[in-house]
C-alpha cells in the first residue's frame, strides 16, 4: 500500500506562486509515472501535469507556461510549481501515482485557493 501526502497548498493572490509537494510511501516512486490532478467546485476532476519515470513532463493547456511539474526520486517526492496563478487555479489539487498501469493511488488533496 503506497500513500501519498499533499502539502504546500494555501490562500494566494492572483499573480503569486505556490508550491506544492507530493511525498509517497513506500519503494515504487520512482519506477512510477506522478501527476497532479484538480477538481474545482462543482467541475470533473482534471489532469494538470504529469511527470514519468524517465522524467518526461507534459501539461495541460491551461497550466502550460505557468506551471512546472519535477520529481525528485531520491526523496521519493513530486513538485508542482505554479506561477502566475489566476482565480480559475482555485481548486483541490491531487496527487497521482500510477504503477506500471496496474496500479494508482490518490492522495487525499490540497486546497488552493486564488484570491484577492
Known amino acids: 500500500q503506497v500513500q501519498l501526502v499533499e502539502s504546500g497548498g494555501g490562500l494566494v493572490q492572483p499573480g503569486g506562486s505556490l508550491r506544492l509537494s507530493c511525498t509517497a510511501s513506500g519503494s515504487i516512486f520512482s519506477s512510477s509515472t506522478m501527476a497532479w490532478y484538480r477538481q474545482a467546485p462543482g467541475k470533473e476532476r482534471e489532469r494538470v501535469a504529469l511527470?514519468?519515470?524517465?522524467?518526461?513532463?507534459n501539461y495541460a493547456d491551461s497550466a502550460e507556461g505557468r506551471f512546472t511539474i519535477s520529481r525528485d526520486n531520491a526523496k521519493n517526492t513530486v513538485f508542482l510549481q505554479m506561477n502566475s496563478l489566476k482565480p480559475e487555479d482555485t481548486a483541490v489539487y491531487y496527487c497521482?501515482?500510477?504503477?506500471?498501469?496496474?496500479?494508482?493511488?490518490w492522495g487525499k488533496g490540497t486546497h488552493v485557493t486564488v484570491s484577492s
Open positions: 511527470i514519468t519515470s524517465s522524467g518526461s513532463a
Open positions: 497521482h501515482l500510477e504503477y506500471l498501469r496496474v496500479t494508482a493511488y
